[in-house]
DNA sequence: TGAAAGGACCGTAACGGTTCAGAACCAATT
DNA sequence: AATTGGTTCTGAACCGTTACGGTCCTTTCA
């Protein structure tokens, strides 16, 4: 009702002034420093408000002024809704509007189109700062983040040493994962990763395009397989790696496929997230394949729908890292060097890994 | 590094104008509308931007100037990271996320702690509307939200006849759940529900606190329950409601617990969620009790792990109403009336509702 | 050759606040 | 009577931009 009487010129803090014959000064009091005028001068300032249907100091006049958002900018190349669909990225979001509730800070969702080159969106942002979570690393829309003079925290994302950063040893945690694989005996092996740059690929992966991989969580996964699986003696260059660009289970399921096509005869499918895993997992059912029995199947991440599946795996903090970026970037102070944080992972040996079973004899002979 | 070098006074557009003996609108032009200047000048802006650590137009300065603020802002009362936790919750804001991304517009969580009083928050986002989503209809975060001069979509909440609206027929749903296990024979029935009001209250829930909730959902989805069981004969003031505060398996879990303390031979729990729902049934599982041959379990929603489990349940469009939501809120232009959307609903019946099986003797001689 | 058209750029006036250094007033102290 | 201290309110500067309505100069065309 209210809101459609006064469709003439909106009320502002000058007018209201106008109308009360004091300052703009005292309105503005009236509302953020009520010990700064009497009490009774108060209530009329903001019972004329009322019945001016002024609805207070408009946030983004003050914004201006005050130099402050109240609002922090997240940004996740992504068709945005995809983060609402992985389990992980909801972890994340929650540990971070946790940090932003706890400072009374809004949570501004920024929308990035990976498809578009569109950095407008960037531009736009009334914000105090920005949290950058796994986007590649030449995306556009990080750079023009990074141009913003404003902090900035950036989360699964090597570290540029100019911003804070918070993550995990990606390389490490996959290292140890496949030091457990190797000494349960597996040596014939195939993986299946998520994306590893901005163009779709839904096939093998190069050894060339391995090694660039724009997103640095993916590249550093890849580098502790193949560091490890080196070591034990394995020509990586031949390990079947198959991409795929969408992070669902049904990718999970072709890129299992599409290894298990190449070399029938591997013995373990490592998959550089629980959720393909968990689809790798229907894949190898659907062909008849028991896990662990005739194939082991590992996951990363420690999504719940994989610790039901007792899936071999790799825990991460994924709530723990958006209340670190969080906190890291609601407290950034002056100080001298930017700050980088590392959580601990921790290796779940689940149900789905077990020793080969044709294995042991190639063991012995295999490459 | 570019980020250190300008320590002085930051770059404004004015500062750029004088140091290039341009106006600040040419400036502003190079920005904004590159067909107003020549393309050598618009370079020579650009590069002298560049030089100067210029970082482009001030987002918040362009917002005042042109009335809007590119985001749209959501109130969930809630700890916001509730929001994450919920699996309705969760598509609801998916479906936002769609709806904004397609308009380019970014998605400002607001905090809104229902402990504090607090609607600071409220006033301080720079948003161009608002969505209101499931909160009790007293809160004075809605209060605050309404008096803002926006355009406002409630979603979940009863129509308020000034704002657009999206919710499903709670009442009507509900009710046709109700004619399902009427139609099976039971008779002997028992409810968890969530909260109902601000206030904690895990117990029973008298006949006034069912009245007045102040939860539309709640209400509504009690009421028809009321509506279709009465209609049965059956006295609804004599049947157990368990309101459970927190929204999770626990709470289910506890209350049927107490619902089943109360009255053990009740033949169906109607739970207002399926969150609650799945937790009931694991109450129902720890007591020996088979479902649906010794008990009927029901929910409400239509989430992925009920439909896993086989819940008969309500499957309410939770992505589209986020959608349905957005929509309405980005072409808030003048009409004459506010628009009202209500969706379609879809009585599951899964595995979790039978005949009471030691219900049909007293179905002839009980109340 | 004169008029009309169009491109390129500019000056001014908001946009709606916050902030800080006082002014004005009054009571209490020296 | 002069000083002090406290409360209450004011004036003016400033935050960084874009909208609006020009001006000026060069082309184009009859």
Redesign the interface.
């Known amino acids: ?3 459609s009487m006064h469709v003439r010129r ?1 009320a502002t803090l000058a007018s209201l002034a106008a109308e009360l014959g004091v300052s703009r000064t005292t309105v503005s009091n009236a509302y953020n420093r009520p010990d700064q005028l009497s009490p009774e001068l108060r209530r009329r300032v903001l019972d004329t408000a009322r019945r001016l ?1 002024y ?10 002024r005050t130099r402050k ?3 922090v ?1 997240l940004l996740l190349t992504e ?3 995809y ?3 992985d389990p992980a990225a ?2 994340f ?3 971070l ?2 940090a ?2 706890d400072a ?8 990035a ?1 990976p498809e578009r080159e ?1 950095v ?2 960037v ?4 914000v105090d700062g920005f949290v950058v979570y796994s986007v590649p690393d030449d995306d556009p829309h990080l750079a023009a983040v990074l ?3 404003v902090p900035t925290v950036v989360c699964d994302q090597p570290d540029l040493g ?1 911003v804070d950063r918070v993550g995990i040893d990606d390389r490490g945690a996959m290292y140890e994962l496949a030091r457990h694989l190797i000494g349960l005996g597996h040596r014939r092996i195939g993986v299946v990763c998520m994306r590893l740059a901005r163009d779709r690929n839904d096939g093998f992966v190069t050894p060339d395009r391995q090694h660039a991989a724009h997103f640095h969580v993916q590249r550093n996964r890849l580098s502790g397989l193949a560091e490890a699986f080196s070591e034990a003696g394995v020509d990586w260059s031949q390990v079947p790696v198959a991409e795929r660009f969408d992070h669902n289970m049904a990718s999970g399921a072709s890129g299992a496929a599409q290894v298990l096509d190449r070399d029938p005869g591997i013995t373990a499918l490592i998959c550089t997230s629980d959720v393909l895993a968990l689809g790798a997992m229907n894949e190898a059912a659907r062909r008849g394949l028991r896990v662990p029995h005739d194939i082991s199947v590992t996951g990363f991440d420690g999504i719940r729908a994989g610790e039901e599946a007792g899936l071999t795996t790799v825990r991460q903090p994924v709530l723990e890292k958006g209340r670190a970026a969080g906190k890291l970037l609601l407290d950034a102070n002056e100080r001298t060097r930017p700050r980088s944080v590392n959580l601990a992972t921790e290796l779940i040996i689940g149900k789905t890994s077990a020793g080969p079973r044709g294995g042991a004899e190639e063991r012995w002979f295999g490459p």
Chains 1, 2 share one sequence.
């Open positions: 009702m209210a809101r909106p249907g609805p207070g100091p408009d946030p983004v006049a003050r914004s201006l958002a109240g609002a900018g068709n945005l809704s983060a609402f669909r909801i972890g979001l929650e540990g509007a946790l932003c509730e009374g800070t809004g949570l501004l969702l920024v929308p189109n569109d407008a969106s531009h736009r942002a009334g141009e913003r003079p100019t």
